[in-house]
Each structure stands twice: as C-alpha cells, then as structure tokens.
C-alpha cells in the first residue's frame, strides 16, 4: 500500500513538472523569431537599455516607445485622432516587440498572443477609418494585463499549475469595458504562486527580476508588470493590490500607481486567490511611468458605468470637483503630514531623504508639512494580517494538490541567496502557527477591524486641531516600503501598504529619487521596534541598491480616487520643480 501510494506521489510530482515545462516551452515559442535578441550576460545588471541597443526597434518606433513613457494621455490623443498619423497597429506592434525584449531580459510576461492583440488593434483601425472617430477613451491604446484579469479563450495562470490548460470561457468585466473603450490588452505579465508575496517567482514560469538591477526584485505581486513598465515595455499596465501588490513594484519599478478603495473598480470575473475573503477586498489600478495615466485610466473605467457591470462596483460617477480638489482648499495652502516611521520598520536611509525632498517641495509652494502621529499599527497589522490567513492555508494547500505542486515556502534563489538574518518574520510572530479559524472568530475580527478603522478615523479627523487649515491633514505622506527595491527573498512586509488596505485608503505610488551611495549612508543604530526592524537595518548598505528608484507612498481617504490622484500629481510637480 505504501509502495502504492509512493508510485502515484511521485507520478503526480512527474506530472505537474511536465505540465510546467510544456508550458513554458510552448510561451517561448510564441515569440516570433525575427523578435529573437541575443540577450546580455547574466552579469549585466542593469539591462533598461536593451530596447534600444538590441536594435529590434526602427527609430519611429522608438519615437512611439519615448512618447508612451514620457506622457500616456498624449500618445492616447493621438490615437484617438485620425488626422494624427498613429495607427493602433503602428503603436501596438512597437509595444509588442518592446514587451517581448523585456520579457527576455527579464522574464516578466506569462501569455503572450501577437496574433490576437494585432487583429484586435486592426479592428480599432477600421472602426476609426469607417466611422471617423475613436471607439472609447482608450481607443488603439495597448494595454498589459496581470496574469488574474481572464481573457476568452486564454489560460490564466495566476502563478499555479493546476491552471495550466484551463482556457477561459468568458472575459472578465475589465476587459470587457477596456474593449468597449477601444484598447487593446497585447501581454499578460507575471505573479508569484499565491498571489500573497511582495515579489514575482512561480513553478510555471520562474522568477521575474528588477531591470535596474536583475539581483532584485520587481516587487510583487504585480512583478511582471513592474518589469514590463520599468523596460518601457507598456504604456499603462494593470495590476491588483490586495496587500501592497501595486505600490511594492510601482516603488521598486520607478512607476506611478493607484490604489483604489474597494469595489471603486470593477474587479467581477478575475481570477484571485483567496476567493470569498471579503474583509479586505483585491482592488485593481493602473501602473505606468506617466502620472497622466492615474486620470486617464481611472476617469475612462468610471465612466464607462462599472455598476452596470458588476453588481459590487460603487455607484459614484467621476467628480470632477473633487479632482479640482474642492474639499481640500481648492489646492492651496494645504497641509500634508508625513509618516517618517510607521514604528514597524524603520525605513531605510534613502526613503529619509524622499521624504525630506517631498517635505521641501511642498513647503516651497506653500503648504503646511507636520509629521504623522501612528495609532494602533501593531494592532491594524495582527488583525489584518490574521484575516488574510484565516483560513490556515487551505487555499494555497488546494491549488497546489490539484497538481501535485509544492507550495513555494520561500522567494530566495535556491543558488547565491543574499544572506539575511531573519529566521522568522514579523507577521509570523504576530498572527501565530496555521490554524483554521472558526466562523465565529473571523466575525471577531471582522468586529475588530471596524474598530480600528472607526478609531483611525477619529485620530486623522483629530489633526485639524495641529493644522492651519482648520481642516484635518489633507493626504499623508509614507514610503511604500521601508527599502528600496531589494534583493531576491528578502521583501518582508513592513505594514506600510497593509495600512492602506485594512483602513480601504485610496494610495497612490510616485517615484521621487534614486539610490545615490554618497548621501545615503547607514544612520547609527536606533531603538529597534523588534527584530524584524533590527535585521532590515542591518541589512542596508548603500552599495547593494545603487541607482534603484526611491518611491513613495500618498495616503488619502477611502473612495478619494480624484482627489489623491490631482494631489500626487500636484506633488509631483512640486517635486520635480524642485528638482529642476
């Protein structure tokens, strides 16, 4: 009988290995081979050049590729207007071989459908040529989608084997309004197994590395489309965040992000993890290397009536009076607070120094900086963290014994590891061993999680009594994580994000600075929060991050989308004439 039961375990493990390397045999044979690069050596770091070196992209279409990263909205006018000379095939093409260069530098795309996304771009031309105007607000705009967002007629993977041959028989709502739009999903991008890591590695389709340096990490879950956004590969990507998964690789890809709070966006039909736990809703958001694209992309899906869609989409049409910032002083004279230390971790000296930056631009146009007072963040991180697993695991045990694959336990490489002294996680210590929770302890918490958000409420409404507005803080100001992008196994949570997502804040992500060694040098040791903060202090030294993006985080209200949006835009600006 044991014999038996050893044949067939063996077997399956045989299988789903079989299963995996078929798979990704069959995506690198949908790569066109006049598309083929010579890729650079595994010792080249820093491969964001390769689009233009490689030599694949005429020098329209890198004209294309610049006018995408630098402005998305302007690239999408010019679509939308049929005098302009762009053609969606023209543009679509060019981001093809784009993301299809990044890909083989960084591993970052999971299906890959040239033929479809061309025919689908032709079909937008023909729409414009015949009727003169463009079909939607996106109209021929190329768009990446995280491998959740489910495509008729396309396997969705989501970072599991047991998903492998499993073709979908319907489009999920988003891609069903992006096509009512006109765009043109082209890629689909890499997740980490399980969805719930803050880095981008599965049994499928292996690991997805930064393209500032390929020894870190893109972040995660949203990873792939870090790496294609970082490499120019897309002009606007969309990715999902239950627990940081947009901001953690908007930050450590130098991109711009949103953060919607729940059901502000249609999320109907898309694959996840985790299915049923609605305590802390999966909410998806654009990313992308314009700050044109937060309004571009978020004003097109609301107002292509989501509700009508997707029974849990909030009914709220764009307004465009909050945009122009109507609660919040009309824009002027406003007051931000900054988050310097969430009292969980530490962060690292180079996100100081953005918050430094960002604290003297604001200052410079006139408005009021205070620092942030924490409430309740071991608590908020315990509950949330705790609902996230209350389930003891189950979830991730049955996806992974439908194939026969192992549940991935850790993000570092199995050759080279960065060494780091962390034998076992905050999160870990908090929420304790796996368990099962009943059905009344998930309504504990459920109870307790009202709470906290009630409390945090009173505590950011409070701040009116500290600013010189009479009003409470307009928007706060946190890293994203308390690191920079960081090396392969080692994006630990550091609550940052899990703020945004137990309290349903709307986030948005900017990118600020760069890793510079000279100014950021190691700070003397500080009273360690616990050991979690203790061993990321150790672990920073300016040469292991030199040159990786430094982004940081906007914190405003739930359901806020158009005002955080115009105030990291308007952030923006004051940075970058800082800069200037």
């Known amino acids: 009988m044991m014999a038996g039961t050893q044949a067939g375990t063996q077997t399956k493990a045989s299988d789903w290995r079989s299963l995996c390397n078929a798979h990704k045999t ?33 020098p329209r279409e890198l004209e294309i590729i610049d006018l995408g990263t630098k402005d998305v909205s302007a690239l999408a006018r010019l679509l939308a207007d049929k005098d302009s000379g762009y053609t969606s095939l023209e543009v679509t093409t060019a981001y093809l071989k784009s993301a299809i260069i990044a890909h083989q530098v960084t591993n970052c795309l999971t299906e890959i459908f040239v033929e479809r996304a061309l025919e689908r771009a032709r079909e937008v031309d023909k729409y414009m040529a015949k009727h003169g ?24 993977i989501m970072g599991y084997a047991c998903n492998i041959g499993k073709f979908s028989e319907n489009d999920c709502v988003l891609v069903e309004i992006l096509y009512e739009l006109g765009a043109v999903p082209f890629v689909r991008t890499n997740v980490p197994q399980t969805l719930m890591w803050g880095e981008t590695h599965n049994n499928v389709f292996g690991r997805t590395t930064n393209p500032y340096n390929r020894k870190l990490t893109p972040g995660g879950s949203s990873g792939g489309e870090g790496a294609l956004l970082a490499m120019r590969g897309s002009p606007l990507g969309i990715g999902t965040d239950i627990d940081g998964s947009l901001r953690i690789p908007s930050a450590f890809c130098g991109l711009y992000t949103l953060r919607p709070s729940y059901e502000r966006l249609p999320y109907h039909g898309a694959s996840n993890t985790l299915m049923g736990q609605e305590s802390i809703s999966s909410v998806l958001g654009p990313m992308a290397t314009s700050i044109s694209s937060l309004k571009l992309f978020t004003k097109a899906i609301i107002d292509a009536r989501p ?77 949330a963290q705790t609902i996230l697993v209350a389930d003891g695991g189950e979830d991730y045990r049955r996806s992974c014994e439908a194939s026969g694959e192992p549940l991935i336990t850790s993000m570092s490489p199995e050759t080279d590891p960065h060494p780091f002294n962390l034998e076992v996680s905050l999160v870990k210590t908090l929420v304790g061993p796996p368990r099962d929770r009943t059905s009344w302890e998930l309504w504990q918490l459920h109870t307790e999680k009202r709470a906290l958000r009630k409390a945090y409420l009173d505590h950011w409404n ?112 004051a940075v970058k004439k800082l800069a200037a």
Not at 474 to 502: E, K, M, Q, R
Not at 537 to 542: A, G, I, S
Not at 556 to 573: C, F, K, P, S
């Open 26 to 58: 069959a995506q690198e044979a949908s790569i066109p081979d006049a598309w083929r690069i010579k890729p650079p050596l595994e010792t080249c770091l820093d491969v964001r050049s390769v689009t233009e070196d490689c030599g694949l992209l005429s």
């Open 133 to 156: 105007e463009p079909m939607g607000h996106l109209h021929g705009l190329p768009i990446s989608l995280k491998d959740q967002f489910t495509m008729k007629g396309l396997e969705t």
């Open 307 to 383: 509700w009508d869609h997707d029974p849990f989409a909030v009914r709220k049409v764009w307004n465009e009076e909050e945009y122009r910032l109507a609660q919040h002083g009309g824009g002027k004279e406003m007051c931000f607070a900054i988050m310097w230390d969430n009292e969980v971790v530490k962060p690292h000296p180079p996100l100081i120094r953005a918050m430094r930056i960002v604290k003297r631009a604001l200052e410079k146009e006139g408005h009021q900086v205070i620092d942030w007072e924490t409430l309740n963040h071991i608590d908020i991180y315990r509950n």
């Open 462 to 573: 409070a701040t009116r009594n500290r600013t010189k507005t009479g009003r409470p803080v307009d928007a706060i100001i946190s890293p994203a994580v308390a690191y920079t992008a960081c090396p392969h196994g080692l994006n630990y949570d550091s609550f940052y994000t899990t703020l945004g997502n137990a309290m349903d804040y709307t986030c948005a992500v900017f990118p600020v600075t760069f890793v510079d060694p000279k100014l950021d040098t190691p700070l003397p040791p500080h009273e360690f929060h616990n050991h979690e903060d203790e061993a990321f202090y150790k672990l920073y030294h300016p040469d292991v991050f030199p040159g990786v993006p430094v982004g940081l985080q906007l914190i405003g209200r739930t359901l806020e989308e158009e005002a955080v949006i115009a105030m990291v835009e308007m952030v923006d600006a």
